[in-house]
């Protein structure tokens, strides 16, 4: 059975840094497409950034660009969202996410993939 659990998450003021992780079991993070999502209440779900299997390749969308980065550490079967320079827009529920994809691969459609933990919230204040 696959679980990803995420954590990090809370309340900071802009200008400030969270990192998330998602801790995997039942599959290997550097063996999967990974990525993060986050949502807004009446909002789609949206691509933040994800990663080919083994974090070779890596996507950014165009408000994570410079601020957020995505990375795994193989021995804690984890992936991490370092995010900085956080804005109040970044207030949002963030998932994690996994699937099967083929190597050098980067998804970043919600819909690409199978297995999501439950979220952490982020809030961030002015």
């Known amino acids: 059975q696959v679980q990803l659990v995420e954590s990090g998450g809370g309340s900071v003021q802009a200008g400030g840094s969270l990192r998330l992780s998602c801790t995997a079991s039942?599959?290997?993070?550097?063996?999967?497409?990974m990525g993060w999502f986050r949502q807004v209440p009446g909002k789609e779900r949206e691509g933040v950034t994800s990663?080919?299997?083994?974090?070779?390749?890596?996507y950014n969308a165009d408000s994570a660009k410079g601020r957020f980065t995505i990375s795994q550490d193989s021995a804690k079967n984890t992936l991490y969202l370092q995010m900085n320079s956080l804005k109040p827009d970044d207030t949002a529920m963030y998932y994690c996410?996994?699937?099967?994809?083929?190597?050098?691969?980067?998804?970043?459609?919600?819909?690409?993939?199978?297995?999501w933990g439950q979220g952490t919230q982020v809030t961030v204040s002015s």
């Open positions: 039942g599959i290997t993070v550097s063996s999967y497409c």
């Open positions: 996410a996994a699937t099967k994809c083929s190597s050098g691969a980067v998804l970043r459609s919600a819909g690409s993939y199978t297995y």
């Open positions: 990663t080919s299997t083994g974090g070779g390749r890596t």
